[in-house]
C-alpha cells in the first residue's frame, strides 16, 4: 500500500525556520514527482511547492517564493519542505502528494495528484 507521512511540523514564532519531511513507501519514489500543499481553516487547499521525479525542476507558490525550498533525496525516499522566514500567514495543515505523471504545467494542481499524505500542523505565532 502506497503510503506518504510528513513529520517536522510545530510551533513557531515569526521568522523562525522549519523543515519538513515527508516519507514514501509502496511506490518507486523516484518515478514520481512530488508537491507540498497547505491548508488553512476556512481557506481553500493551497499549492506551496512542487518537484520533478530527479529534482531538476522545481516549482513555487507565490507566497512562499524566496522562502521555501522543496528537495527530494531519492535514495530515502523522502521529500523535504525547507522554510524560511515564517509568517503567521504560513500557518496551516501542510500535506505532501505524489503525481506518476508530473508535469511542469500541471504541478500545482492538486488533483493532478495520485496520493496525499494525512498532514502536519504548522503554527507560526503572531
Known amino acids: 500500500q502506497v503510503q506518504l507521512v510528513e513529520s517536522g511540523g510545530g510551533l513557531v514564532e515569526v521568522g523562525d525556520s522549519l523543515r519538513l519531511s515527508c516519507a514514501a513507501s509502496g511506490l518507486t519514489f523516484s518515478s514520481y514527482g512530488m508537491g507540498w500543499f497547505r491548508q488553512a481553516p476556512g481557506k481553500e487547499r493551497e499549492f506551496v511547492a512542487a518537484?520533478?521525479?530527479?529534482?531538476?525542476?522545481?516549482k513555487y507558490g507565490d507566497s512562499v517564493k524566496g522562502r521555501f525550498t522543496i528537495s527530494r533525496d531519492n535514495a530515502k525516499n523522502t521529500v523535504y519542505l525547507q522554510m524560511n522566514s515564517l509568517r503567521p500567514e504560513d500557518t496551516a495543515v501542510y500535506s505532501c502528494?505524489?503525481?506518476?505523471?508530473?508535469?511542469?504545467?500541471?504541478?500545482?494542481?492538486?488533483?493532478?495528484?495520485?496520493?496525499w499524505g494525512q498532514g502536519t500542523q504548522v503554527t507560526v505565532s503572531s
Open positions: 502528494a505524489a503525481d506518476a505523471n508530473w508535469s511542469p504545467i500541471s504541478e500545482s494542481r492538486a488533483y493532478q495528484y495520485d496520493y
Open positions: 518537484i520533478n521525479y530527479n529534482g531538476g525542476s522545481t
